[in-house]
Each structure stands twice: as C-alpha cells, then as structure tokens.
C-alpha cells in the first residue's frame, strides 16, 4: 500500500483543491515541501549553504512546475542546539541565494531547536495560466525534459562515503522555468518530476484515469531515480515539432517516452518517503 497517497486522499474531497504540485486558489499557487535531515540529506554530504539552497529550490520547483511566478517565501526551520552561528549564517545564506535567484520576498515563518535539521518551506506564487496535472487526453504524448537518473548515481556515491562536485544535479536542481513559460501554450498537462519517472508517472496518469503505452522505457535504475526536479508532461503529438524548437532554443533535452491510453499504471519502484 501507498501510504503516503492513503493519508493525502484522508484530507481530500470531491471539491479539494489537493492533487497537483500545489494548490491553486484564485490566482495564486500554494505549495510546501519539506527537506529534512536524515531524509532528504545529511549534512556530511552538503555544506549548510548548500542545504539551504537546496530546500529553498526544491520547493520553487513546484511553483515553476505549475507554471507560477514565485513571490513570497514561509519558513520552518528547526535545528540542532549544535549549530553554530556560523553554520546558521551560511545555511540563511544560501535560502536567501535561491530566493534572490527568482525574486522571492521571505515573509516569516517560525524556528525552533531539535535534534536535527529540519527545513519546511510554503511558497506563495501567481499565475495566469496555470499546468495541472489533469487534462491529458488518450493518444497525448508524454515526456520529460532534461536527462535522468545521475541524481540516484550520485547519491549511491555519497552513501558510500563518495562525494559528488559541488554543481551536480544533486547539489543543485536545474530548474525549468524558461521551458515551462515558452511552453505552456503546448502543453496539455505537467507536473514536477521529482520522486522518480515511474512513480510521476503513476501519479499523472492515476489524475486522468489512464495509463502510458511505452516507446522508449528507461531501465529501472534510472526510472526509479528520485530528486531530479526536471518536467514530467504532456501534449498533443501534433506540437511535438513546436515543442522540439523550443526544446533547443531553451536548451533544454526533452525525451518522448510514450502516449497515453485507457487502463490503469502499475508502479514497481521502491517508495521514496515511506
């Protein structure tokens, strides 16, 4: 049993506004991922300018991924009676670095000790065309930008005692906020791909009851790969051309790996958080 998707459908309803990378009201968007220590990272492995970066990107990634405008920033942040001021400096450093990044404005939030480091992060974001998860039709293409699968290389690497280069994919997400925005008027549906291929695309196609016809599928190391914050979408086969111009202008890989038909995904990968 999914037991993360049993306690979210606990808290929704027929007119919840839950499903998507974050919750679209009115205009604007409201989505909140947690970075926790032990979970998500630890903290020989990233230094705390990088942590914060990190937690401050990977929550932007919803927004861009919905096609928003992020623009303001709450934070929960509960930390280790350890950390020294230094080590809070530079982990505000780099949450404040992301942020300047997209023009975020951090409005409050709350902090208490603990016996980790735990970051909570609500980003508040606008949009006049929002990309929701549902809306793909039978015979739709589906699609993910960007290149897969080295984040759970290089994670195998850490979890060995390696280290990674301060620019990897696992350091730093590489956003596509440029793809989405040049995009959007192609594009059917998307969402954040972020616990891995095959797990996004059981939750995109669970959303529009169907399931995807394969033409180019990974293998399971790279399709089960986790935290690579790139784009899950898609479009009708005739934008395909439009969409492989824009692909180039934004220098930004886009892969076909199947269309969309009627009956049910089956997912075989490990649950990341549970």
Not at 40 to 49: I, M, N, P, S, V
Not at 135 to 164: F, H, M, P
Not at 194 to 222: M, Q, Y
Request: charged fraction near 25%; glycine fraction near 8%; hydrophobic fraction near 35%.
């Amino acid at each position: 049993m999914n037991v993360e998707n049993y306690f979210i459908h606990t808290m929704s309803s027929p007119a919840s506004r839950i499903g998507d990378d974050g919750a679209l009201v009115g205009n604007r968007v409201y989505s909140k991922d947690l970075f926790f220590e032990n979970i998500h990272f630890k903290r020989q492995w990233l230094t705390e300018y990088q942590i914060g970066y990190k937690a401050m990107m990977v929550n932007i990634s919803d927004a861009i991924a919905m096609n928003a405008v992020p623009k303001y920033a709450l934070l929960g942040i509960a930390m280790p009676r350890s950390m020294t001021l230094h080590q809070m400096d530079e982990l505000g450093r780099g949450i404040k670095s992301a942020a300047a990044q997209y023009g975020i404005e951090i409005i409050g939030g709350d902090t208490i000790s603990n016996g980790k480091l735990d970051i909570s992060i609500t980003i508040i974001s606008e949009t006049t065309s929002p990309l929701l998860r549902k809306g793909v039709k039978v015979s739709d293409c589906i699609a993910y930008t960007g290149r897969i699968g080295e984040s759970a290389r290089q994670l195998r690497y850490l979890l060995a005692g390696g280290k990674v280069h301060s620019q990897s994919r696992f350091v730093v997400p590489q956003l596509r906020q440029r793809f989405v925005q040049t995009a959007r008027r192609y594009l059917r549906s998307g969402m954040d791909l972020s616990d891995g291929l095959f797990s996004d695309v059981e939750k995109l196609c669970d959303a529009n009851r169907i399931t995807l016809n394969w033409s180019k599928r990974p293998c399971k190391r790279v399709g089960c790969s986790g935290e690579e914050y790139e784009m899950l979408i898609a479009f009708d086969r005739r934008h395909l051309k439009a969409l492989k111009s824009i692909s180039k202008l934004t220098r930004t890989p886009l892969t076909v790996v199947g269309t969309a038909k009627r009956g049910r995904f089956v997912n075989r990968c490990k649950r990341h958080h549970f």
